[in-house]
């Protein structure tokens, strides 16, 4: 059967759609500019901190959507390891740790993604000590006061709290949207975890 020339038109521009339409949701691909607003409160706490051992290594522990946790959990390796602290990825959290241990929390991930104008908002919280202690990183995410013990030796504990709304114009993929989504929480989460520990 032979298609009319109208027909023949109607059907490859509808095979074009579907490949295009293909691509933003598999490819990852961006041609787009982002506006992003941040906001984060950090805090912390520690004893006989001119003994503590340089941070440089530890554990990781995320809580986060399925959809986004272990991109996201490689992301914050990377951005931790930028910083000069080397993070082993874990699925569930030691009682004790035998060192120093980051935990986030995703409270909110809500990513509303479209081909022109992709926007989202994502809200976290993230936790560390540097000697492992499970009721620390408890507390810190809890917004309870950290309490240090005499049998805790040096030691430095400390919480952040904070969310994003990243907005973007231009043609974005699914897969690139989430990738910088998962990139400014993994960013902001290192530098403010970091930013806490003492300089050397």
Same mark, same amino acid.
């Given at each position: 059967?032979?298609?009319?020339?109208?027909?023949?038109?109607?059907?490859?521009? =509808?095979?074009?759609?579907?490949?295009?339409?293909?691509?933003?949701?598999?490819?990852?691909?961006?041609?787009?500019?982002?506006?992003?607003?941040?906001?984060? #409160?950090?805090?912390?706490?520690?004893?006989?901190?001119?003994?503590?051992?340089? =941070?440089?290594?530890?554990?990781?522990?995320?809580?986060?959507?399925?959809?986004?946790?272990?991109?996201?959990?490689?992301?914050? &390796?990377?951005?931790?390891?930028?910083?000069?602290?080397?993070?082993?990825? #874990?699925? =569930?959290?030691?009682?004790?740790?035998?060192?120093?241990?980051?935990?986030?929390?995703?409270?909110? %991930?809500? !990513?509303? %993604?479209?081909?022109?104008?992709?926007?989202?908002? &994502?809200? %976290?919280?993230?936790?560390?000590?540097?000697?492992?202690?499970?009721?620390?990183?408890?507390?810190?995410?809890?917004?309870?006061?950290?309490?240090?013990?005499?049998?805790?030796?040096?030691?430095?504990?400390?919480?952040?709290?904070?969310?994003?709304? !990243?907005?973007?114009?231009?043609? &974005?993929?699914?897969?690139?949207?989430?990738?910088?989504? &998962?990139?400014?929480?993994?960013?902001?989460?290192?530098?403010?975890?970091?930013?806490?520990?003492?300089?050397?």
């Amino acid at each position: 059967m032979e298609l009319s020339p109208r027909t023949a038109v109607v059907v490859a521009l =509808i095979l074009v759609v579907a490949v295009v339409s293909g691509g933003l949701l598999a490819l990852d691909f961006e041609a787009a500019n982002y506006e992003t607003t941040a906001a984060a #409160t950090a805090a912390s706490g520690g004893t006989n901190l001119d003994s503590l051992p340089p =941070i440089t290594d530890g554990t990781l522990v995320v809580d986060a959507p399925e959809a986004v946790r272990d991109d996201l959990t490689a992301a914050l &390796v990377e951005s931790f390891a930028e910083r000069g602290v080397t993070l082993e990825p #874990t699925d =569930i959290r030691d009682e004790d740790a035998e060192g120093p241990v980051v935990v986030v929390v995703v409270d909110e %991930w809500d !990513s509303r %993604w479209n081909p022109v104008a992709p926007s989202g908002s &994502v809200a %976290w919280r993230a936790a560390f000590d540097a000697g492992g202690h499970e009721r620390h990183v408890d507390a810190a995410l809890s917004g309870d006061a950290l309490v240090f013990e005499s049998t805790d030796g040096p030691d430095l504990a400390g919480s952040v709290e904070a969310s994003v709304e !990243s907005a973007g114009t231009g043609v &974005v993929s699914r897969p690139a949207y989430r990738a910088h989504l &998962v990139g400014v929480v993994a960013d902001a989460t290192a530098e403010q975890v970091v930013g806490q520990f003492p300089e050397r």
